[in-house]
């Protein structure tokens, strides 16, 4: 055998790979070879510091990562997102047409969001007035509710309760003076909510909430998408569409409507 | 989705062969199910040719994009997996070459050492040993490095390999025995460097 032969099969003889024959004819060159033999040692050495094919970093990631990469890619399929902020821009871009026959209240009330964040929820007399006629319709379906079992308004009621946690700190986040914000946790918290928006996504939900859960699995994928670090502009459009969309305000109408220690939820709501 | 009402038994329960029929004619349930058996392989190529998760998870929903759209024109003469993972391959090679000009993806190794702020010195070890060998495997020629990669890294056998990059068995036996000498040479030059 030639030195070159013998070596390109040293990873195959390293690894049990060659047939008997091969092997010994290997075996009986390594003996009498020391060039080749160095080669051998050479290669065990390069190898022992290699990461092993046995740990792979689809490993380090949860089932939640894979259902939602599946979900982007069959997104993109669909044609739905060009980019990793295009249902985004899609959401803005349905608001915006909407809001464009009021600019008055939606501004000057998201202008007010901007500055307080949490402070949606004092400003809710504002926020009434434009969103009213869109809540409405739904006031049929308030009543529709289907009654069932306590778990279950716990369930949904603790995830409104998360997502609004989740929003508010986004809505409060002082980007300005802070060009290294940490994102892991709102990613992983996202994730987990995306999670759960699924699970009670196949219950039976009414259909404002199952609009709403809807609208805010959409707001948490792009958070869990966001990158750790540095994704500020990204984080801008996000709360752009919180407040556009009203989604606290929403989120705390839907909450209301499924506290459990509440025996009558339209008494809660209005 | 509208599976409730057909009369073909549930994708879970075809084979592969059927899944890519189905999903080459639209089915969205059956393309699922082909991604769910291979997104994790695709996730862990386009890891070792990106070197990092978030462009590893870029890679792989671009590839599969691809796949999907690709699909009418598998042949079925390649296994169904060899033809995915050269689409994963290719897509992470291209990007690859737009990153380069971007901005230095790696770290300086100064950076790795000042940058970990605790006393476990294994942890900074291993943070370093595992730069060294980024750096290595990403100086391959390309060639080489998707060899090293998809043999080793990824455990494929020869035969897949010489398949996804369409080369000869013993190319990826040359290729893998010189990018593996290749690298031993640069971990070892790099190792004195730092003591
Ligand atoms: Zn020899």
Redesign the pocket.
């Known amino acids: ?3 070159s032969d ?2 390109n099969v040293l990873y195959d003889f390293l690894h049990n790979e060659l047939s008997d024959a091969d092997r010994n004819a290997v075996a009986q ?2 003996a009498a ?1 020391r ?2 033999a160095d080669e051998l040692a050479g290669l065990q050495k390069t190898l022992a510091v290699l990461p092993h094919p046995s740990s792979q970093p689809a490993d380090e990631r949860d089932a939640m990562f894979w259902h939602s990469l599946a979900m982007n890619v069959q997104r993109d399929i669909r044609g739905e997102r060009k980019s990793r902020t295009g249902v985004f821009s899609a959401l803005v871009d349905r608001v915006r047409s909407f809001v464009a026959f009021r600019p008055a209240y939606v501004y000057s009330a998201g202008a007010a969001l901007a500055v307080m964040g949490i402070a949606v929820f004092f400003f809710r007399p504002q926020f009434e007035a434009p969103i009213h006629v869109a809540e409405k319709e739904d006031m049929s379906e308030e009543a529709r509710i289907i009654p069932t079992a306590n778990e279950s308004h716990q369930r949904i009621s603790d995830y409104f309760r998360k997502s609004k946690t989740l929003l508010v700190g986004i809505a409060n986040m002082r980007t300005e003076d802070e060009p290294n914000i940490d994102l892991s946790d709102e990613r992983s918290v996202s994730r987990s909510l995306v999670h759960e928006a699924r699970l009670l996504q196949q219950q039976p939900l009414d259909g404002r909430s199952a609009r709403l859960i809807r609208d805010l699995e959409k707001i948490m994928i792009e958070l869990a998408n966001l990158e750790e670090t540095n994704d500020l502009p990204n984080v801008e459009l996000i709360r752009s569409g919180i407040r556009q969309e009203n989604l606290l305000f929403k989120i705390r109408m839907a909450a209301a409507s499924y506290d459990t220690s509440q025996s009558s939820v339209t008494d809660r709501i209005y | 989705m509208a599976a409730a009402e057909q009369p073909v038994p549930p994708a879970r329960e075809r084979g592969e062969q059927q899944l890519i029929q189905h999903a080459t004619k639209g089915d969205g349930e059956a393309f699922r199910l082909l991604m769910d058996r291979y997104i994790r392989h695709a996730y862990n190529i386009a890891y070792r040719f990106t070197g990092d998760h978030d462009s590893a998870e870029d890679v792989t929903q671009e590839a599969f994009v691809k796949v999907h759209a690709a699909l009418p024109s598998f042949r079925g003469d390649a296994e169904f997996s060899t033809w995915l993972h050269r689409i994963v391959v290719n897509v992470a090679l291209t990007r690859k070459r737009l990153d380069k000009n971007r901005v230095q993806r790696h770290v300086p190794l100064e950076e790795v050492r000042g940058g970990v702020e605790c006393d476990h010195h294994e942890e900074i070890v291993v943070k370093e040993q595992q730069a060294y060998i980024e750096q290595a495997l990403h100086e391959l020629p390309t060639l080489q490095r998707a060899v090293v990669i998809l043999r080793h890294l990824n455990g494929l056998s020869t035969r897949q390999v010489s398949d996804i990059l369409q080369c000869s068995e013993g190319t990826v036996k040359t290729h893998l025995f010189r990018g593996l000498k290749k690298m031993r040479s640069k971990l070892e030059h790099l190792q004195e460097e730092l003591a």
């Open positions: 055998m030639r030195h013998v070596q060159h390594l070879c060039q080749c």
